[in-house]
């Protein structure tokens, strides 16, 4: 009898069949212990990083803090927003590592990635282009509005982030018969699973 796949065949599904063949990634998500705790840990540390970026974005908005320079509260808040920040990295990798296969077919978690280099991209932008004459603006209740759109698109796309981070849980779009072919597309699921 021959063994059909359900993946396309491509670097990635390699790559992640690959750690999914270590010891180390079947220890971590059959734990009965470890991998509630990490996923926990990283529920709470995208909420300390979010959180702490939302009053930033808040604030470049001019909706709150407006009395404190926009400086006064990146100083404060980065530390926290930092140490967020690697932690929920750290475990979000390690999450990946528990069930890569899966995650690498799973259609929210695709838009997941795509929705985290979007955020980074929106990041580097502020940092690289929009931020540059801070010290202008650092004190004004209401920044220029480059920097509102920054602050907006900052929100919205974290929100996404944290919204498609919850759907991935769901097997609404796995790789199995009867998915539309956009799915079948968009997971990496292989082609016989359209007809």
Same mark, same amino acid.
């Given at each position: 009898? #021959?063994?059909?796949?359900?993946? @396309?065949? !491509?670097?990635?599904? !390699?790559?992640?069949?690959?750690?999914?063949?270590?010891?180390? !990634? $079947?220890?971590?998500? @059959?734990?009965?212990?470890?991998?509630?705790? +990490?996923? %926990?840990?990283?529920? +709470? $540390?995208?909420?300390?990083?979010?959180? =702490? +970026?939302?009053?930033?974005?808040? #604030?470049?908005?001019?909706?709150?803090?407006? @009395?404190?320079?926009?400086?006064?509260? $990146?100083?404060?808040?980065?530390?926290?927003?930092? /140490?967020?920040?690697?932690? =929920?990295?750290?475990?979000?990798?390690? +999450?990946?590592? %528990?069930?890569?296969?899966?995650?690498?077919?799973?259609?929210?978690?695709?838009?997941?990635?795509?929705?985290?280099?979007?955020? /980074?991209?929106? &990041?580097?932008?502020?940092?690289?282009?929009? %931020?540059?004459? #801070?010290?202008?603006?650092?004190?004004?209740?209401?920044?220029?509005?480059?920097?509102? =759109? $920054?602050?907006? =698109?900052?929100?919205?796309?974290?929100?996404?982030?944290?919204?498609?981070?919850?759907?991935?849980?769901?097997?609404?779009?796995? *790789?199995?018969?009867?998915?539309?072919?956009?799915?079948?597309?968009?997971?990496? *699921? &292989?082609?016989?699973?359209? @007809?």
């Amino acid at each position: 009898m #021959r063994h059909v796949s359900l993946y @396309e065949p !491509s670097l990635l599904h !390699s790559f992640a069949e690959w750690l999914d063949s270590h010891a180390w !990634s $079947t220890a971590l998500i @059959e734990s009965l212990w470890v991998w509630p705790l +990490l996923e %926990s840990t990283h529920v +709470l $540390t995208v909420m300390l990083f979010v959180g =702490m +970026l939302a009053m930033v974005d808040l #604030r470049l908005l001019g909706f709150a803090f407006k @009395e404190a320079p926009v400086s006064h509260l $990146t100083s404060r808040i980065l530390p926290w927003s930092v /140490a967020g920040f690697v932690v =929920m990295v750290a475990t979000g990798l390690l +999450l990946f590592y %528990s069930k890569p296969v899966s995650y690498t077919h799973n259609v929210w978690f695709r838009l997941k990635v795509v929705l985290l280099i979007a955020a /980074a991209v929106n &990041a580097w932008m502020f940092h690289r282009r929009v %931020s540059r004459d #801070r010290e202008r603006w650092d004190s004004q209740p209401k920044p220029p509005a480059a920097v509102r =759109m $920054t602050a907006a =698109m900052s929100l919205g796309i974290w929100a996404s982030v944290i919204v498609v981070g919850r759907m991935i849980a769901y097997n609404w779009f796995e *790789c199995r018969g009867g998915q539309p072919a956009f799915i079948v597309w968009a997971a990496g *699921c &292989a082609a016989e699973l359209a @007809e």
